[in-house]
């Protein structure tokens, strides 16, 4: 079945860097475009980035541009946000999601969604 | 950028209720919109794609109507499992999407 694992979360201080990874297995992982989607504590979900079925486009959130990079491996089926520059209202749980387009082609609905991670930027 | 606003914030409902909750768009989406619930300490689960497609696997009391700039998520008649967090997220930009602020709904 299709399944999106996250990993890396944790405690950082702020002004630090954090990487995420999110592993994808139960599809072909190089057809579809992916997402990053967080919430904070008790708020509701925040779109973060996508990154194109092939790495060709990227894009992002005016909350994280010019912090955040997404990316993608193929040949491991893992998708990854490397987050640098922590700010404290970036705490929050962040998801990773398939995008739903099928075959190469953008959808622009999540589904489905991993369990998420938990990032708490603090001192 | 695109604001999506739903309506209401909160809402207090019975098993067995007919329910409905919109969402409004800053601008014309055409049906660009997708619905998801979402149930404490869980990840979201999409529910209607496209306005009005139904996911594969949700029930059919479960259905999205609209066009344009306005929305509704209808329940035809609620059960106890449907308690939880609705958002409705547009899809129009293919530079990402914004979610609505999150309907949620509660046991009367």
């Known amino acids: 079945q299709v399944q999106l694992v996250e990993s890396g979360g944790g405690v950082v201080q702020p002004g630090r860097s954090l990487r995420l990874s999110c592993a994808a297995s139960?599809?072909?992982?190089?057809?579809?475009?992916m997402h990053w989607v967080r919430q904070a504590p008790g708020k509701g979900l925040e779109w973060v980035a996508v990154i194109w079925y092939d790495g060709s486009n990227k894009y992002y959130a005016d909350s994280v541009k010019g912090r955040f990079t997404i990316s993608r491996d193929n040949s491991k089926n893992t998708l990854y946000l490397q987050m640098n520059s922590l700010r404290a209202e970036d705490t929050a749980v962040y998801y990773c999601?398939?995008?739903?387009?099928?075959?190469?082609?953008?959808?622009?609905?999540?589904?489905?969604w991993g369990q998420g991670t938990l990032v708490t930027v603090s001192s | 950028d695109i604001q999506m606003t739903q309506s209401p914030s909160s809402l207090s409902a019975s098993v067995g209720d007919r329910v409905t909750i919109t969402c409004r768009a800053s601008q014309s989406i055409s049906s660009y919109l997708n619905w998801y619930q979402q149930k404490p300490g869980k990840a979201p689960k999409l529910l209607i794609y496209a306005a009005s497609s139904l996911q594969s696997g949700v029930p059919s009391r479960f259905s999205g109507s609209g066009s344009g700039t306005d929305f509704t998520l209808t329940i035809s008649s609620l059960q106890p499992e449907d308690f939880a967090t609705y958002y409705c997220q547009q899809s129009y930009s293919t530079r990402g999407g914004t979610f609505g602020q999150g309907t949620k709904l509660e046991i009367k």
């Open positions: 999601a398939r995008d739903g387009g099928e075959d190469w082609n953008y959808g622009g609905w999540f589904d489905p």
């Open positions: 139960g599809f072909t992982f190089s057809s579809y475009g």
